[in-house]
């Protein structure tokens, strides 16, 4: 099994940033995906940044050049770096693992982000 805990959340003015981290414990053997998603209220779980085992990254085009997603191996750590924050990036930030060879997917428990216009 595996454990995430995401931190880092919070409120903030427009424009202003945040970094999110997801802490990972248990079984990770397998695991070569790792992402960041997000639930604003009454819309579904989006996508917003992803990390291969290799360090291919990809973004959501409503984030590309204000988020970077990265990963410190060594602390099992994945963070989600968020600058220029906009009123649309409030929701609920997820930490997702996965292992595609089986389909399996960990979640953490989510963190708030809240951005004040």
């Known amino acids: 099994q595996v454990q995430l805990v995401e931190s880092g959340g919070g409120l903030v003015q427009a424009g202003g940033s945040l970094r999110l981290s997801c802490v990972a414990s248990?079984?990770?053997?397998?695991?070569?995906?790792k992402g960041w998603y997000r639930q604003a209220p009454g819309k579904q779980r989006e996508s917003v940044a992803l990390?291969?085992?290799?360090?291919?990254?990809a973004y959501a085009d409503s984030v590309k050049g204000r988020f970077t997603i990265s990963r410190d191996n060594a602390k099992n750590t994945v963070y989600l770096q968020m600058n220029s924050l906009k009123p649309e990036d409030t929701a609920v930030y997820f930490c997702n693992h996965r292992i595609p060879t089986i389909g399996r997917d960990f979640w953490g428990q989510g963190t708030q982000v809240t951005v004040s216009s």
């Open positions: 248990g079984s990770l053997f397998g695991i070569s995906l």
């Open positions: 990390i291969t085992s290799g360090g291919t990254t």
